[in-house]
């Protein structure tokens, strides 16, 4: 039934949504600015209906902007008749892209108040809890100073008993290399045996070193041969 509308009729119901839509987004901007109502500026209004009201007139334009999206779609799909025709099927569009942009304005307008209003909410709740949310604050602090000046402390004691440790073994040492220099000197047969053992494993190397190497040569010239 709906795809026998002609382009006229669909011309209508455009018309219609676009008056429709237009007149529902200036309540819908004042309504967004805080002004729809001359009880606005009293405090016995609760927000939540106003909340109530604003999202469901912009789910109605919201409805109302896809509905006529539809319409523009249904009435590109009709045969061109001329440029007359072009310039309406464009107009349409300008339409509704400018009715969406507006709407889409209004509800970042919104967002941008209710923003600013849990902002001021926010700020009184702070100024009254200030003085003991500081004195948290600077308790929690200071108990972060004095554990990290117990870790340094702690850090600096560990550092200095390392160095004690590191002398105490340099000392050691040096006291080990003096009695390996005193008993070389008391006893030079024991370098000079020291040095006769270092020669007859190096000759011993040598001599095995020779040993396999010749006994390799020999295997591959039997392996070839």
Not at 18 to 44: M, Q, R
Not at 207 to 216: A, K, P, Q, R
Request: hydrophobic content about 35%; proline content about 2%; overall charge positive.
């Amino acid at each position: 039934m709906a795809a026998a509308l002609s382009y006229e009729d669909l011309r209508k119901q455009a018309r219609q949504l676009e008056n429709e839509i237009d007149l529902k987004l200036v309540a819908f901007s004042k309504l967004g600015a805080g002004i729809n109502s001359p009880h606005t500026h009293s405090d016995t209004v609760p927000l939540l209906s106003e909340e109530d009201t604003f999202e469901s007139m912009a789910l109605e334009i919201e409805q109302l902007l896809s509905k006529l999206g539809q319409i523009n779609e249904r009435l590109s799909e009709q045969p061109v008749s001329g440029a007359a025709m072009l310039h309406t099927l464009q107009r349409h569009r300008d339409i509704l892209a400018d009715l969406t942009r507006d709407f889409r304005k209004t509800n970042s307008q919104r967002e941008s108040r209710r923003e600013r209003q849990d902002l001021l909410r926010g700020s009184d709740s702070f100024r009254s809890d200030g003085i003991n949310n500081r004195r948290d604050i600077y308790l929690k602090e200071n108990q972060h100073i004095h554990s990290s000046d117990r870790l340094v402390n702690d850090q600096i004691s560990i550092a200095m008993e390392t160095r004690e440790h590191l002398t105490s073994q340099r000392q050691t040492l040096k006291k080990l290399q003096t009695r390996f220099n005193n008993i070389s000197n008391r006893y030079p047969m024991i370098s000079s045996l020291i040095q006769r053992i270092n020669l007859k494993k190096r000759r011993d190397s040598i001599i095995l070193g020779l040993v396999v190497s010749l006994c390799t040569i020999l295997m591959l010239i039997y392996t070839f041969s």
